[in-house]
């Protein structure tokens, strides 16, 4: 079992531009969380995906958006890059309970 | 106030000491996780407790519902337990037919550096 799996690991994005990053979760598992990590702080709920719908929100703006795809993996896409952006993007998966199995992270840099 | 407050922010230990990180919060929860995050940023979930304690090698967690506390306890400790160390509560809620859905809220985290 690979577990959650995350790319890329890391990219350098400059302000304004437009990132994709994705997210293929732990076999059995249908739901997808988004978090999002700045640089000494614990982690931030961005969204939640289950059935390919957005179904839970944290307090993000909307140039953050998701997508789920049929085979349960997911999409986070951010347009118009703020150097704020630059963080660690976690990605959890879920089923059925309340345990979530995180992925390694994409570090995203944003210049 | 934060929902999720954890103490100490930084704790240094020498090798084979005992270690107490402690989470409280201040909302009604599902569940509570304690996960251990190393310099890179992979997170390992450790536990998953709604009520009482679990034990997993040198590692404890208990949590009290009633006074909305945690703590996260590692026995005789070895450098390889430096790390950052996560409180996470989840409110997760379970439409009738459905599956379980909701958020984790985390608290900023303990940086853990035991020394040899």
């Known amino acids: 079992d690979a577990g959650v799996t995350q790319s890329p690991t890391h990219l350098i994005k400059t302000r304004g531009q437009q990132v994709t990053l994705r997210c293929s979760p732990k076999?059995?598992?249908?739901?997808v969380s988004w978090y999002q990590q700045a640089l000494g702080q614990g982690p931030q709920f961005i969204f939640q995906?289950?059935?390919?719908?957005?179904?839970q929100r944290g307090n993000f703006p909307d140039r953050f958006s998701g997508h789920q795809f049929p085979n349960y993996s997911s999409e986070l896409n951010v347009n118009a890059l703020l150097l704020g952006d630059s963080a660690l993007y976690l990605c959890a998966s879920s089923s059925l309970g309340y345990e979530q199995y995180f992925g390694p992270g994409t570090r995203l840099t944003v210049t | 106030k934060n929902e999720v407050e954890q103490s100490p922010q930084n704790l240094t230990a020498q090798e084979g000491e005992f270690i107490t990180i402690n989470c409280s919060y201040s909302?009604?929860?599902?569940?509570l996780h304690w996960l251990q995050q190393h310099p890179g940023g992979g997170i390992v979930s450790l536990f998953m407790l709604s009520s009482g304690k679990k034990k997993h090698g040198r590692l404890i967690a208990t949590i009290n519902i009633q006074e909305k506390h945690s703590s996260l306890h590692i026995t005789a400790s070895h450098p390889r337990d430096s790390a950052v160390y996560i409180c996470a509560v989840g409110v997760f809620y379970v439409p009738w037919g459905g599956t379980s859905y909701g958020k984790l809220t985390f608290g900023q985290g303990t940086i853990l550096t035991v020394h040899p």
């Open positions: 076999s059995g598992h249908d739901t």
């Open positions: 909302v009604g929860i599902s569940a």
């Open positions: 995906y289950y059935e390919e719908e957005e179904r």
